[in-house]
C-alpha cells in the first residue's frame, strides 16, 4: 500500500470498523427490500399470466363442449339420409349413453381403489418402525 491509498477519502483504513459493519447492514437491507420488491413485480406478472391463461384453457374447454356437439348434430344428420331422423337421434343418444355409463364406471373404479384416501403403505411403515425401534429398546 502506497501512501496514496491511504490518502484518498472513502478508502477502508481512515473509516472505523463499526461504520463500515453499519453501511453494509444498511447495504444489505437495501438489497434484500430490493429483492423482494423484484419477486412481488415477477409474482405479480406471472400471476397475470396464470389467469389469462386459465381463462384461455376454460374458453377452450367450452368451446370444446360446442364442437362436440356440433359434430353430434352432424353425424345425426348423415345418419338421416339413410334413416328416419329419429332413429339417427336415438341411435346417437344410446352410443353416448354407453360411453358415459362406461366413463363412468371406470370413474367409479379408480376412486374405490384410492379409498380410503390414507397413505396406508406409511402408516404400515410408521408401524413396523416403531415396532423395530421399541424391539431394540428392550435389548
Keep these: 500500500m502506497t501512501a496514496d491509498d491511504s490518502a484518498r477519502p472513502g478508502s477502508s ?11 453494509a447492514s444498511q447495504q444489505l437491507s437495501q438489497l434484500v427490500r430490493d429483492e423482494m420488491r423484484l ?6 406478472e406471472k400471476g397475470k399470466r396464470f389467469g389469462k391463461g386459465g381463462g384461455l384453457f376454460g374458453g377452450a374447454g367450452l368451446m370444446g363442449v360446442l364442437t362436440l356437439q356440433a359434430l353430434v348434430a352432424t353425424v345425426i344428420a348423415a345418419l338421416s339420409l ?12 344410446g352410443v353416448l349413453a354407453a360411453v358415459t355409463a362406461l366413463m363412468a364406471a371406470l370413474g367409479k373404479q379408480q376412486v374405490s381403489k384410492a379409498s380410503p384416501p390414507t397413505p396406508e403403505r406409511a402408516v404400515d411403515s410408521v408401524k413396523a418402525d416403531v415396532a423395530e425401534i421399541k424391539e431394540r429398546a428392550r435389548r
Design 82 to 93: 339413410v334413416m328416419d331422423v329419429w332413429v339417427a337421434a336415438l341411435i346417437v343418444t
Design 39 to 44: 419477486a412481488q413485480a415477477e409474482m405479480t
Design 13 to 23: 483504513a481512515q473509516e472505523p470498523v463499526g461504520d463500515l459493519v453499519q453501511r
